[in-house]
C-alpha cells in the first residue's frame, strides 16, 4: 500500500497491506504530529472504517433472538416469568401481542445475554415514564440494607420508617427526573448473571452518578475531541508513577471526564462503566474489584475509549466486567484492541524480549522504554499466555485501593 497515497479500504487486500503499515509505523513510535505520526492516525481511521463496514450486520429479530437463547440454556416459558413478571406477560411477549418495555428489555438483556440492541427494535411504544418504570421494578429486591451500611440514605432528614421504594426512589431522585432508568443498555459477557444482579447494578450506578453529580467543576457536555491518540498515551505513562491512579483522575477531569471509584455491592461482577449525565458530562465509574495495578489501567484506559469513541447519548452505558475473554460486540472488541494499542503497541510487543522471553529484566526494560509500569507488562504478558502466575511481584496487588480514601472498601 503506497504509504504516501493512503485511500478508503475497500476489499481485504487492501485490509491486510493497511494493517502491515500501521505496524510498522507503530514500531517506530513517531511523535504526534510528524509525517509518520499523522499517516498512522489517518491508516487507524482507515482501518477502522472498513472494519465498521465489514463486520456490520443485520439485527435478527427480537422474539427470535429471545427463543434462540431459551432453546440454548434449555429455558420453558415459566423461567423468563422472573425477567417479565407473570406467565401471561410471558405468552403475550412470546406471541408478539406486547411489546417489549424499557424494564423487560433491560432484566432479558441481563437475564438471558440477549444484546439490548436487538430487544430494542421490537419497541413500538414511546420510552417510559418514571412511574412507569416504578410500577415493573420489585423494590424488596434492591440491596436496601448494604446501601442503607454504606450512608447512601443519610440525606433522607426524617425519622420515620421509610419503605425501601420510598428510600430508592429519594436516591434516584437526587439525579434528574427520569434518565437512571435509561442508561442500562450493555450486557456483561462472561458468565451468566441471576436476576437480582440488575437491582444492585441499578443501584450502584446511581451511586455514581449522584457522586459524579456532586463532584463535577461545571456542567458542560464532553467533547470527544479532548481525547486522542496522543491524550491516550500520555495517560498511560503516569502509570510509571506511585500515584498514577489518582493523578490519572486528575488528569482526565482536566479533559471534562469524572472519574468516580465506588466498591461494587453484592451479587455484581462489575469492573467499571462508562456513560454520559444527562446534560452530556462523561462519566467513569470503577469498582477496583481487583486491586491490582495491571487491572485498573486496562480497565481505566478500557473505559476511556468507550467514551471517546462509542457514547453518544444519555440512554447509552457500557457496564463491563474485564474478563480473559474477547466479546463478540465490535465495540467491546474496539476498546480491547485500542487499549492494548494504547498501553503497549503491538508493533513493540511482538518484537520484545518481555514477550519472546520473557524475564525480569526483559519487563523492566520495556517498562523503562515506554515510560509505562512494568505492572502493565506483566498484564499484558499473563493475557497473552494466559499464564497468571508468572512475574506476579510486578503486578502492584493491594496498591491501588489506598489511593483511594473517600472509597471505603
Given amino acids: 500500500m503506497d504509504s504516501m497515497n493512503y485511500r478508503v479500504i475497500k476489499n481485504d487486500e487492501n485490509y491486510e497491506a493497511a494493517l502491515a503499515d500501521a505496524e510498522r509505523l507503530v514500531a517506530n513510535d513517531p511523535a504526534p504530529g510528524t ?12 482501518i477502522e472504517d472498513y472494519e465498521k463496514r465489514q463486520f456490520q450486520f443485520d439485527l435478527p429479530d427480537p422474539i427470535q433472538a429471545i427463543e434462540f437463547r431459551m432453546e440454548e ?22 406471541s408478539r401481542k406486547r411489546p417489549l418495555t424499557v424494564a423487560m428489555i433491560r432484566a432479558l438483556s441481563l437475564g438471558l445475554g440477549v444484546p439490548a440492541d436487538i430487544l430494542i427494535g421490537s419497541r413500538t411504544k414511546t420510552p417510559e415514564t418514571l412511574g412507569e418504570v416504578a410500577e415493573s421494578l420489585e423494590w424488596s429486591r434492591f440491596p436496601v ?29 437526587q439525579i434528574t427526573n427520569d434518565p437512571a432508568f435509561a442508561l442500562y443498555r450493555r450486557k456483561f459477557r462472561g458468565e451468566g448473571l441471576s436476576d437480582d444482579s440488575r437491582y444492585s447494578v441499578l443501584a450502584w450506578t446511581a451511586r455514581v452518578l449522584i457522586r459524579a453529580k456532586r463532584e463535577a467543576k461545571s456542567e458542560s457536555a464532553f467533547k470527544p475531541s479532548a481525547i486522542n491518540l496522543d491524550v491516550l498515551r500520555q ?24 472519574v468516580i471509584v465506588e466498591p461494587k455491592l453484592p451479587k455484581t461482577m462489575l469492573d467499571g462503566v462508562a456513560l454520559l449525565t444527562e446534560k452530556g458530562q462523561a462519566v467513569i465509574g470503577l469498582t477496583l474489584r481487583y486491586d491490582r495495578l495491571d487491572a485498573f489501567w486496562f480497565t481505566l484506559v478500557h473505559e476511556v475509549i468507550h467514551v471517546w469513541r462509542h457514547l453518544s447519548s444519555p440512554d447509552e452505558a457500557f457496564i463491563d466486567r474485564i474478563e480473559r475473554t474477547e466479546s463478540d460486540d465490535q465495540r467491546e472488541k474496539e476498546a480491547n484492541r485500542m487499549t492494548r494499542e494504547a498501553l503497549i503497541p503491538r508493533g513493540i510487543w511482538r518484537r520484545s524480549k518481555a514477550f519472546l522471553s520473557p524475564s525480569r529484566e526483559a519487563i523492566e526494560d520495556l517498562a523503562q522504554q515506554l515510560g509505562i509500569s512494568p505492572a502493565v507488562v506483566v498484564g499484558r504478558l499473563h ?9 506476579n511481584d510486578f503486578v502492584g496487588s493491594g496498591s491501588v485501593r489506598k489511593l483511594f480514601a473517600e472509597a471505603v472498601f
Fill in 35 to 46: 509525517t509518520e505520526g499523522d499517516q498512522l492516525e489517518l491508516l487507524t481511521v482507515l
Fill in 73 to 94: 440454556q434449555g429455558l420453558r416459558q415459566k423461567d423468563l416469568v422472573p425477567m417479565l413478571g407473570s406467565r401471561s406477560r410471558v405468552s403475550e411477549v412470546l
Fill in 145 to 173: 440494607n448494604e446501601m442503607q451500611k454504606r450512608g447512601w440514605f443519610d440525606f433522607v432528614r426524617t425519622s420515620a420508617k421509610r419503605s425501601s421504594e420510598e428510600l430508592v426512589q429519594a436516591l434516584f431522585s
Fill in 235 to 258: 495517560l498511560v505513562c503516569l502509570s510509571s508513577l506511585e500515584a498514577g491512579p489518582r493523578l490519572a483522575v486528575e488528569f482526565l477531569a482536566k479533559r471534562g471526564i469524572i
Fill in 383 to 391: 493475557f497473552e499466555t494466559g499464564n497468571y502466575r508468572t512475574f
